[in-house]
């Protein structure tokens, strides 16, 4: 009797509530217009939070999924109207990479373009150039905020810019012969500009033009004209030939955030209505920038010194005497010149040289810190937090992260 009541109490007790499985998103990719970096860096957060990433995306032709439904949509809208008037008629959570359509009602995470431009205009006038070139073909809202930004920054350093527009030129005709006109009149503007010449492009296949009319029209690179331009599909190849300098947009970045600012809005969290601005990642030094363009002889000599020893424990002391300059007069060759201090040059070039060992090696922090002349790895860190505005292990995630997802999504 006591097993059979027993037995009866345990069938008598409430079933044990079950837990409701939790229901994976379901995201549509609406990419008018995409890098791969973009798609690995939404590829890792989407694998991270387990999303279901349709089928019905739109990475490479352009076939609307009209009657699609789902969580939430990444796109990038910036120019096809059908492809706009679909992900507006959709109504849920959607994350906009562009900002050529600002007044729709989504959530806006965009690259801080401003960001890029400053970044550019920084490395050159750290290497003496004091005339500069931004070079643009179409009236592109990202070539426009990159143009003012390198104005911007230029301005900061009291120096100007001049601003060639091929798209607001009196020549330009689409048709057979506007290339050739083109390159003439581009090879005008830098044969006629004063030298050294800093050019920044407002894209990376711009920037290989800019290469390319230099070598036909016999102009020394980088001698008579630096060249930065944006890392994009046409400069990724170039980095095996060590050829163009180029900004970092972190476009991996780019995509990740803007999965999180999705996931968030998914999960019902209201947003600033603000666009949210992802900065670049750092400048991918290369041939076209080896240069030293400063007519005084002592800033020039410490600036080969810094850059041949910063690995160093060097002070500003050990530079003025290499220099053959006093300290004080350093200090100010350097600001006349340069617009920064050599303690500055010191610092911005290790930071520079640590962000390159961070992305491309997998030396430990404690090496790196080393490595760019830092005695310990607490100075290291908060030099690099200071100057970055992330710790140095932060940086590596970021500058890393779509690598384990280079097939896309």
Known sequence: MGNDHSLCERNDRPARAKIPMKKQKSVLLALGWHDHRLL???????AEHSWHISAASITK???IPWGWQGDGVLAWLAGN??????????EVPTVD????RANLPFTHVAQDHVECASMAA???????IRNFLFYSDSANWTFEERGKGFELALAGHGLPCEWIKWHSHSSYRKGRGEWSKRRSWLASKLKNARKPLGVFAANGTLAVEIQEVCEMSGIAVPKEVAI??????????QSTQRSI????????DLGYQGAAWLGRLMNGIKLDPDPIRIPPARIIER???????????????????????FSEDINIDLVARTAGISRRGLHQAFIDHLGLTPGEQIRSTRIEHAKKLLSETDNKVETVAMLCGYRSVNSFFIAFKQACGSPPGEFRKLATRGRAFSGGV
């Open 40 to 46: 690995n860096g939404i590829a890792s957060y989407a």
């Open 245 to 252: 300098t180029a900004v970092d947009p972190n476009f991996e």
């Open 228 to 237: 930065v331009g944006i890392e994009d599909d046409l400069l990724l190849p």
């Open 97 to 100: 990479f562009s900002l050529r």
């Open 81 to 90: 109207e059908e492809l706009c008037e679909f992900v507006v008629s959709l």
């Open 122 to 128: 920084d490395h050159m006038v750290r290497r003496g």
């Open 287 to 309: 041939q076209s920038t080896e240069i030293t363009a400063v007519n005084h002889k002592g800033v020039a000599k410490a600036l080969r010194f810094i850059a041949e020893n």
């Open 61 to 63: 032709e352009l076939a």
